[in-house]
Nanobody, 118 residues
Framework: QVRLLESGPGLVKPAQTLSLTCTVS??????????WSWIRQAPGKGLEWLGV???????YYNQPLKSRTSISRDTSKNIFSLQLNSLKPEDTAVYFC??????????WGQGTQVTVSS
């Protein structure tokens, strides 16, 4: 059973950088073929995939957000992180970390609310 726990600031100012961390338990982020994503949901909108870091460290991003998004990992701590810079009020959303394992099991974190406001 994989467990994911997001952490980070709940309130950030426009133009600042958001940093969120997902702590993973129950599996290693380097386990073969696992993929670790960040997804968000803005108020009244659907889910938006931000990007993924795969077991081998390769990253892929949602093209419209690619210039503002960075996903990294710390294998010693079994965590992966999201940085989203040049924040705008429309980045206000619940941010989720998400895992897809080699056997196609899907796991979600509980989500963390991020509000971008001055």
């Amino acid at each position: 059973q994989v467990r994911l726990l997001e952490s980070g600031p709940g309130l950030v100012k426009p133009a600042q950088t958001l940093s969120l961390t997902c702590t993973v338990s129950g599996d290693s982020i380097t386990s073969a073929f696992n993929a670790w994503s960040w997804i968000r949901q803005a108020p009244g909108k659907g889910l938006e995939w931000l990007g993924v870091i795969k077991y081998d460290g390769l990253t892929y991003y949602n093209q419209p957000l690619k210039s503002r998004t960075s996903i990294s990992r710390d294998t010693s701590k079994n965590i992966f992180s999201l940085q989203l810079n040049s924040l705008k009020p429309e980045d206000t959303a619940v941010y989720f970390c998400h895992a897809k394992t080699v056997v196609q099991n899907i796991y979600w974190g509980q989500g963390t609310q991020v509000t971008v406001s001055s």
